[in-house]
């Protein structure tokens, strides 16, 4: 059953902008919280940006904050990360999280990822 999937990564130079989409399905279209976490390698994974369910409270890491821009559509179980003025240390492999605590047990959702690489 599959319940999140991105799409949007690719190869941007440096300056460049790019945005990560990510679908969700099942609980996770439902989630109290979503977000984008980043793994480059060697690296553990980081926190990017977390958006809640009443898209008024976000939150975003210090590395990404005036440049990241995290937005949510619930409507459409949708959650966006728009990518600005990209930097080569912003390349890595973006995961999209649910975080879903309303209708059962707490769970996380982690999607497969979709791949970013700033060149400089």
């Known amino acids: 059953q599959v319940q999140l999937v991105e799409s949007g990564g690719g190869l941007v130079q440096a300056g460049g902008s790019l945005r990560l989409s990510c679908a969700a399905s099942?609980?996770?279209?439902?989630?109290?919280?979503m977000g984008w976490f980043r793994q480059a390698p060697g690296k553990e994974r980081e926190f990017v940006a977390a958006i809640g369910w009443s898209v008024a409270n976000v939150r975003y890491a210090d590395s990404v904050k005036g440049r990241f821009t995290i937005s949510r559509d619930n409507g459409k179980s949708m959650v966006y990360l728009t990518m600005n003025n990209l930097r080569p240390e912003d390349s890595a492999h973006y995961y999209c999280n649910a975080f879903v605590s309303r209708g059962g047990a707490p769970v996380n959702y982690w999607g497969q990822g979709t791949q970013v690489a700033v060149s400089s």
């Open positions: 099942g609980r996770a279209s439902s989630a109290d919280v």
